[in-house]
């Protein structure tokens, strides 16, 4: 059971000096997980695209723990979060004896932890809808995320990220 939060915490590890927002957290375990890395967190639809309560939790546990460090920074309108891996993390890691994170998921996590939360709600966005042939993803994207008015250029560029993504995950 305690292997899921294990893997939560090796993710952050993995995103060399931790991971900043809970919502680009969140959807850069939506994406990694919707390119078949072992996450087992539910998610369903939310105001911000894929949203897992499951994560929240866990990440809150993780934190009560001591295995993981969050960090409240003040940006006078609004209050940014920022994780890292402690060293009790790293040691609960290896007592959970989860495998070390691939070269695919480092390449993956370092890729997505350069991109913006806005761009990253995007591409979660469209591969939610990645049932759908690509004009009705991007017909849904404009539906659900129509406030957000991402250009063609945006969407263009994140639909080749996705592709690059899978092509690094396919190569190692």
Not at 16 to 36: E, F, H, N, P, S
Not at 45 to 74: A, K, N, W
């Amino acid at each position: 059971m305690l292997e899921e939060h294990a893997k939560i915490v090796q993710f952050i590890g993995a995103a060399d000096g931790g991971i900043t927002g809970r919502k680009k957290l969140q959807k850069m375990v939506y994406i990694a997980k919707k390119l078949q890395f072992p996450y087992k967190e539910k998610y369903e639809f939310h105001i911000y695209g894929p949203y897992s309560h499951e994560l929240t939790l866990r990440v809150d546990e993780l934190c009560s723990m001591g295995f993981l460090y969050e960090e409240r920074q003040d940006k006078g309108s609004y209050v940014q979060y920022k994780y890292q891996m402690t060293d009790a993390g790293e040691h609960f890691t290896q007592m959970a004896q989860v495998p070390a994170a691939s070269r695919a998921l480092q390449a993956c996590i370092e890729q997505m932890k350069d991109k913006s939360s806005r761009f990253l709600e995007l591409v979660s966005t469209l591969l939610y809808f990645d049932h759908l042939p690509k004009e009705e993803q991007i017909e849904k994207l404009h539906v659900v995320k129509g406030k957000l008015n991402f250009t063609k250029a945006e969407i263009d560029e994140a639909f080749l990220f996705v592709m690059n993504l899978m092509n690094e995950r396919a190569i190692q």
